[in-house]
């Protein structure tokens, strides 16, 4: 009786070593944790790049994908990779690049609203959009309000000013940003040619990003 405990608690402290030396070699070693949480998306694929070719996907069989929320994936810290994944319906898929992880990391994908879906609730929002414009700035009659774009969850509105005057030294496009809050649309900054995070710190910066890409107006959309 006395053998078989011996036994027993050997098997347990060996148990115990083991765990706590491939704790070490995890952590000491070249492979990190990598949790992945996500929601409205599908067929999340992690593959390596090809480190003399920058995002030149591996061999297929060198992806690893990913089948459920909370899902840790097994990454070479020394290695590049990039994970795709496709939206639900009307969510937008997307890439996102991976770091070279020094320490095991969680990745959130919360994908934004599709193009198409954006575009079907801006139709539904311009009008109350631009009157809330024109009621901001009813002397700046020199220019148009251009249709522009709803982005990320639709709660982001940008737009360009086109200028219509005659006066060619000034005949900047502006630029403008509105936040729904609340179910209202307000204004989050002033007309300007160019909007930076400098002037703008808590807004996001791809939402400024899209902004400032906005190309130049062609048409007349609205008169102020």
Known sequence: MKIRLKVLLALIVLIVLIAVLIMFVRQSGSMRLLTVNYKNATDIIIKPLATDHPHEHKEEQEAVRVYESGQEVSLDKNKYYILSYKGFEGFEGGEIDLPNMD??????????????????ELNTEVDSIHKTII?????????????????????????????IGSDYFNADTLRLLMYKKNGVWQIETHPDIYL???SYPAIPEDVLRKINAAPQPEGIIWKL
Not at 103 to 112: L, R
């Open 103 to 120: 320490e095991d990391q969680k990745i959130n994908i919360d994908p934004y609203f599709s193009k198409s879906r954006l575009e079907a």
């Open 196 to 198: 930076s995070k400098f």
């Open 135 to 163: 009621a901001a700035y009813k002397n700046i009659g020199l220019y148009e309000i251009q249709k522009g774009e709803l982005y990320r969850f639709g709660e982001w509105y940008g737009t360009t000013l086109k200028y």
